[in-house]
């Protein structure tokens, strides 16, 4: 018997119907890309993004076309995605940090028909148009008076593309399973693979996000997403920042800590998200202005590990740290560390312990480590395996590869990350799989050692590789970015680490460097580092 519900599809256009319905009022405010403050609010983002569908049906876009953006996070960029999404296409986020050749073998993958993009790439674009025969048109995102003389194909001013429709338009209805957004991997190991939301995980997903030991959004208030709308489905803020009637503030280009903590405080920002790095830039500015946070009440941090000093850092000032882990193939968020009941009124060193852990499943999450021949390891917090994950928004297929199996017997996911999960369910990365020290048949977390390295005061950042030893496989190499006007030293570095890890864990040894690479997604780039050492050799080899 089935049950005598309605059925009301999961669509993304409801999301901004009910903004623009119940917050119509309720402020987008942008530090544009040509520069001023920007407002408007959900009411204006709805008929803005009705315009947007219009506009790409006009031009025969219709279900399941791609259609691509190249922006930063802007009001126009939010009305793009409702409008793309709301006619049946799909919204595909370029990362414009890729190198321009990866940036056309995704196009060309996608088979991108439209792409919208911001000022800052046209000069990018221009260079790999020849490459991208599938882009009908672009689109760039400004008004008349900021347009550039380009020689982009068939280029408009998107204010002006917008005009070319009267916005009398109604969202296109269709199964809610449809294809909604595509956002690929950054593919450090071979192709990148397009994951692709459907309207019914994006909702449920958003949904999932605003509960409140999620990352518990509300109308109360002002969140400030820096997280880019291109990495990682924008850890769904699009979606749930206006779901909850929120005011929303967007970054624009400008990520550095001056400006971040100029939003901040001129915004009356309470909640933001965003990867270590940029946190980083915000704290070094904090330092060396001795800035204050006056509304900041909660941060999520993720993407990589949240070093337990940040934590602190933030936690000193008032500001409650979610440190949360996911990826872009879980849409993205899979686990968020609020601190459960049962945990309640622990000392702060021990609330600190378990925040650096990467939390707990959130609901629709269905998590298992496991051993190398498949078998569930307990929750004792000590064992790690790999973690697989199950749920509706997760992905089970990859686009355009949809013989390949990615799901194991139960239907798992395996995340390609290394794990403990203790007695409360709070879950520690230990490691990427490929990134793990194998040392004499056991395992050195390379993350843990980052971690206590950068909780040394003259260290503004580091990372630990595994190096060639002709007696355990494999030994721990750790490499460091010496704070600004700091020098530490090798023995320094290596007393202060001493005590507080197995001894077996040391590393062998310690090398100085100006800077460490990062991926397009703002991680410690593991490839090209060990590609640069990998001619040294270990004082211990
Ligand atoms: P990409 O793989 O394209 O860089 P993703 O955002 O999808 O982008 O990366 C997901 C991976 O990032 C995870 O599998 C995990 O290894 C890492 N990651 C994400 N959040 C955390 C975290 N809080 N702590 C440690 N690692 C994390």
């Known amino acids: 018997m089935l049950g005598l519900m309605q059925d009301w599809p999961l669509l993304l256009h409801k ?7 119940q917050y119509g009022g309720r402020e987008v405010v942008t530090r544009s890309v040509e520069g ?30 791609r259609v691509a953006t190249l922006a930063w996070n802007t009001w126009r960029h939010l009305e793009a995605w409702y409008g793309i999404a709301g006619v049946g296409a799909v919204y595909h986020t370029v990362n414009p940090r890729l190198f321009p050749e990866q940036i056309a073998w995704i196009v060309n993958h996608a088979q991108d028909r439209v792409m919208l993009l911001d000022l800052t790439f046209v000069q990018l674009m ?66 990148p693979k397009g994951v692709l939301y459907s309207h019914r995980s994006n909702v449920l997903h958003a949904l999932q996000a605003c509960m409140k030991d999620t990352l518990s959004v509300s109308a109360q208030d002002s969140v400030l997403p820096i997280v880019p709308m291109f990495h990682a489905n924008a850890w769904s803020l699009a979606f749930s920042v206006p779901l909850a009637g929120a005011k929303m503030v967007m970054p624009g280009a400008r990520l550095d800590g001056a400006s971040v903590y100029e939003l901040l405080e001129a915004e009356k920002v309470t909640f933001s998200a965003a990867v270590p790095t940029v946190w980083l830039m915000l704290m070094q500015h904090m330092q060396t202005t001795g800035a204050k946070l006056t509304t900041l009440n909660r941060v999520a941090i993720g993407g990589s590990a949240c070093p337990p000093s940040m934590i602190e850092y933030f936690e000193e000032r008032g500001v409650t740290v979610y440190h949360a882990w996911g990826m872009t193939e879980m849409s993205p968020i899979g686990t968020v560390g609020a601190i459960k009941p049962q945990l309640a009124g622990l000392p702060l060193k021990d609330v600190l312990g378990v925040k650096s852990k990467q939390g707990h499943a959130i609901f629709a999450v269905e998590m ?37 199996e990615i799901l194991d017997a139960e239907g798992y996911f395996d995340t390609g990350d290394v794990a403990t999960i203790d007695p409360n369910g709070y879950m520690q990365i230990t490691d990427r799989a490929k990134d793990v020290i194998k040392s004499g048949g056991e395992w050195i977390s390379s993350i ?70 990062h991926t397009a997604t703002g991680k410690i780039n593991k490839l090209k580092l060990r590609q640069d050492f990998s001619s040294y050799k270990l004082p211990t080899a």
């Open 15 to 21: 999301i901004i119907d009910h903004a623009a319905l």
């Open 36 to 65: 001023p403050i920007h407002r408007t609010n959900y009411s204006q983002i709805r008929d803005r993004s009705l315009r947007v569908a219009q506009r790409l049906a006009k031009d025969g876009v219709k279900l399941g076309d």
């Open 126 to 191: 221009e260079s790999v148009q020849d490459k991208t025969p599938s882009i009908e048109r672009f689109v760039v995102l400004t008004d008349k008076a900021h347009m550039p003389q380009t020689k982009l194909r068939n280029a408009i001013a998107y204010e002006d593309w917008i005009a070319e429709v009267d916005g009398k338009f109604e969202w296109v209805e269709f199964d809610e399973n449809t294809a909604a957004g595509l956002c690929y991997t950054s593919g450090t190991t071979g192709d």
């Open 368 to 404: 298992k480590i496991t051993d190398d021949e498949g078998n569930r390891l307990p929750w004792d917090g000590h064992k790690f395996g790999r973690l697989m994950v199950k749920g509706p928004a997760i992905a089970r297929r990859y686009f355009k590869r949809e013989n390949e």
């Open 448 to 517: 843990d050692l980052e971690n206590l390295a950068v909780g040394h005061p003259d260290v503004a950042e580091a990372a630990v590789i595994g190096v060639v030893h002709p007696k355990w496989d494999e030994r721990p190499l750790l490499i460091i970015v010496p704070k600004e006007g700091k020098s530490p030293d090798r023995d320094g570095i290596l007393k202060f680490m001493d005590g507080k890890i197995a001894k077996w864990w040391m590393p062998d040894d310690v090398q100085f460097v100006t800077e460490i690479p």
